[in-house]
């Protein structure tokens, strides 16, 4: 079975931090990607890669970067957290165009 | 803009029953529809997919059907089950992408009832 692994379930953080939020897969996907939930808007894509050093915006980058430097792990940076970046985050992967993507758990980060 | 709508954010059905949930997009350009469910406290899981060249695909309990000139896909479970009570996401594949971006709708939480 495919494993992707978010390094946290639950983070609280201040405003201004610096914030990783940490996601590795298990199976040799090519694509990565980071998501918010939010209630009402559904997931909106934040970054996405599709291989090692590359990225690519999703719908809403801003206050985000992204660092791929191996192929199985995908980091979202929160550059000066603040409170409208609480969210739930989820990171997902895929091998390729055709395939599904499959899902972390999630990180509950609430910016304080 | 919204390009892939869900537009009823909850639904209640009884054990037994059919659910179907909607879904509505704006975009022809996409080429491949999918079902996501999704539980409190975890990520999505994928449930159920259609090309973009099919109007039917089922499996199981679970059937999506697709209708291009409207613009439509909507998820069916017969018989609904209160292990399906859960958060359902569709979304949609833009054609012609290297990668697997999708665009997700807002979701529809589904309650079965015992």
């Known amino acids: 079975d495919v494993k992707v692994t978010q390094s946290s379930r639950y983070l609280v953080k201040r405003t201004g931090e610096k914030v990783f939020l940490e996601c590795v897969q298990d199976?040799?996907?090519?694509?990565m990607f980071w998501y918010r939930q939010d209630p009402g808007l559904g997931l909106r894509l934040i970054y996405f890669?599709?291989?090692?050093?590359?990225?690519e915006k999703g719908d809403i980058p801003e206050g985000y970067s992204v660092s791929r430097e191996k192929k199985e792990r995908f980091s979202l940076i929160l550059e000066s957290a603040s409170t409208n970046q609480t969210s739930m985050y989820l990171c997902?992967?895929?091998?390729?165009?055709?395939?599904?993507?499959?899902f972390g758990q999630g990180t509950r980060l609430t910016v304080v | 803009d919204q390009q892939v709508k869900q537009n009823s954010p909850s639904l209640s059905v009884q054990e037994g029953r059919i659910s179907i949930l909607n879904c509505d997009y704006t975009n022809s350009m996409f080429d491949y529809f999918l079902w996501y469910k999704k539980y409190p406290a975890e990520g999505p899981t994928f449930l159920i997919s259609?090309?973009?060249?099919?109007d039917k695909n089922e499996d199981g309990r679970f059937t999506v059907f697709l209708n291009k000139s409207a613009k439509h896909l909507s998820l069916h479970i017969v018989p609904s089950q209160p292990g399906d009570s859960a958060v359902y996401f569709c979304?949609?594949?833009?054609?012609?992408?290297?990668?697997?971006?999708?665009?997700f709708g807002t979701g529809t939480l589904l309650a079965v009832q015992p």
């Open positions: 259609i090309s973009s060249i099919k």
């Open positions: 890669s599709y291989d090692v050093k590359m990225k």
């Open positions: 997902a992967s895929s091998f390729g165009p055709i395939y599904e993507a499959f």
């Open positions: 199976m040799d996907h090519e694509n």
């Open positions: 979304a949609a594949r833009p054609s012609g992408g290297a990668t697997n971006k999708l665009i």
